[in-house]
């Protein structure tokens, strides 16, 4: 018995260095090792060996152990260098380039390796959105391995590197304006260059005017172009408002009030009249001048409550000119309404319909 165990722990000793030094024991060979190792500790239980015998079964289990650990601990580095030669399965994968095999040095290499691959998920998508062509992978790969391998120590490569991050930034922000400046020209793009020459003209002195300056006549232009762009984009809405208001203000029991705005009284009430500063309630419903409903409390079957001064100006208006139980249908210019900003489903420049119904003023 003694003999037979001393054989079977002697083959397991064998073979786990075997396996450490291969770096190739199979998912089938470790185990059938671990089989052997336990059959072996249970004919140990079973078996009547005397102390001395018993003493060196043990000695060579717990080598068997060690080493049978060491061989699993290799079979599975081997298992991750495997997975460092195959290429990544998204963008790379379709590319002759071959990411260079990091040296995994330590448990911290390791996790940080792992922490890569598992990072990776979905950014072949996310380049796709930077426009980087998956051609260039490569590339892609020296720009990262350059800005993360120098050295912060060396000021120039510090400097350059800095810039190189900024400038990102600088793309990306110029992106972002070049959106608002363009809103109704998309075909059309800002340079990040230009902005980059004029960043750095300002940093060191070069501009011909002050940053404070720049500002000014930043804002001002912006202003101005918001406003050609709403005209360009939404300007139509405007003329079309006019025209339907010119029109309605013909219509049998329309008034039109100095302001602009216009009603038609549906139903008197008898009750008071609310202030400005009066909480009401209220039941409506809102339309487009092309017939879109926009909102309605009557839908919701909840009337709503507010200060009549804490709405669109043509509501104030309507609200402290009307009793309490009456029913209006307004017809408000864009002016009145929500000018030119847009506003949920309602779009700037928009001329608005409601029917108000003001059932109470609220105590």
């Given at each position: 018995?003694?003999?037979?165990?001393?054989?079977?722990?002697?083959?397991?000793?064998?073979?786990?260095?075997?396996?450490?030094?291969?770096?190739?024991?199979?998912?089938?060979?470790?185990?059938?090792?671990?089989?052997?190792?336990?059959?072996?500790?249970?004919?140990?239980?079973?078996?009547?060996?005397?102390?001395?015998?018993?003493?060196?079964?043990?000695?060579?289990?717990?080598?068997?152990?060690?080493?049978?650990?060491?061989?699993?601990?290799?079979?599975?580095?081997?298992?991750?260098?495997?997975?460092?030669?195959?290429?990544?399965?998204?963008?790379?994968?379709?590319?002759?380039?071959?990411?260079?095999?990091?040296?995994?040095?330590?448990?911290?290499?390791?996790?940080?390796?792992?922490?890569?691959?598992?990072?990776?998920?979905?950014?072949?998508?996310?380049?796709?959105?930077?426009?980087?062509?998956?051609?260039?992978?490569?590339?892609?790969?020296?720009?990262?391995?350059?800005?993360?391998?120098?050295?912060?120590?060396?000021?120039?490569?510090?400097?350059?590197?800095?810039?190189?991050?900024?400038?990102?930034?600088?793309?990306?922000?110029?992106?972002?304006?070049?959106?608002?400046?363009?809103?109704?020209?998309?075909?059309?793009?800002?340079?990040?260059?230009?902005?980059?020459?004029?960043?750095?003209?300002?940093?060191?002195?070069?501009?011909?005017?002050?940053?404070?300056?720049?500002?000014?006549?930043?804002?001002?232009?912006?202003?101005?172009?918001?406003?050609?762009?709403?005209?360009?984009?939404?300007?139509?809405?405007?003329?079309?408002?006019?025209?339907?208001?010119?029109?309605?203000?013909?219509?049998?029991?329309?008034?039109?009030?100095?302001?602009?705005?216009?009603?038609?009284?549906?139903?008197?009430?008898?009750?008071?009249?609310?202030?400005?500063?009066?909480?009401?309630?209220?039941?409506?419903?809102?339309?487009?001048?092309?017939?879109?409903?926009?909102?309605?409390?009557?839908k919701r079957k909840e009337p709503a409550t507010f200060k009549c001064n804490q709405v669109i100006?043509?509501?104030?208006?309507?609200?402290?000119?009307?009793?309490?139980?009456?029913?209006?249908?307004?017809?408000?210019?864009?002016?009145?309404?929500?000018?030119?900003?847009?506003?949920?489903?309602?779009?700037?420049?928009?001329?608005?319909?409601?029917?108000?119904?003001?059932?109470?003023?609220?105590?």
């Open positions: 018995m003694k003999k037979l165990l001393i054989i079977s722990l002697g083959a397991l000793l064998t073979m786990a260095p075997s396996a450490v030094k291969a770096q190739n024991m199979t998912d089938e060979s470790l185990k059938a090792a671990n089989a052997a190792m336990k059959e072996a500790q249970k004919v140990i239980k079973d078996s009547k060996l005397d102390k001395e015998d018993q003493k060196e079964v043990k000695k060579a289990m717990k080598e068997a152990k060690k080493a049978l650990k060491e061989a699993q601990k290799a079979s599975k580095n081997a298992a991750v260098s495997e997975v460092r030669a195959t290429p990544v399965a998204n963008v790379a994968a379709a590319q002759p380039f071959t990411i260079e095999k990091p040296v995994l040095t330590n448990e911290g290499d390791s996790i940080a390796y792992i922490f890569g691959i598992a990072q990776s998920k979905g950014l072949d998508q996310y380049l796709k959105s930077l426009d980087v062509d998956s051609t260039y992978i490569e590339d892609f790969n020296k720009g990262i391995q350059n800005r993360l391998g120098y050295n912060p120590e060396n000021k120039k490569e510090h400097a350059y590197y800095q810039g190189v991050a900024i400038a990102g930034q600088i793309e990306n922000m110029t992106k972002q304006f070049s959106g608002d400046y363009y809103a109704a020209d998309p075909s059309q793009k800002l340079n990040p260059q230009i902005v980059a020459n004029g960043i750095v003209a300002g940093l060191t002195g070069q501009a011909e005017m002050t940053a404070d300056d720049a500002t000014t006549q930043w804002r001002s232009k912006m202003e101005a172009r918001q406003k050609a762009n709403q005209e360009k984009l939404y300007g139509e809405n405007r003329r079309k408002g006019e025209a339907f208001l010119e029109e309605n203000s013909k219509k049998e029991g329309v008034v039109t009030l100095p302001s602009g705005l216009q009603y038609k009284v549906i139903k008197d009430g008898m009750g008071a009249k609310p202030l400005a500063t009066d909480k009401v309630k209220v039941n409506y419903e809102g339309h487009l001048i092309d017939g879109t409903e926009f909102d309605s409390s009557y100006k043509g509501w104030t208006e309507a609200l402290t000119n009307m009793n309490v139980g009456s029913q209006w249908e307004l017809y408000i210019p864009y002016n009145l309404a929500y000018g030119d900003k847009q506003q949920s489903k309602i779009p700037p420049f928009s001329t608005l319909i409601f029917t108000v119904e003001l059932l109470d003023i609220v105590k």
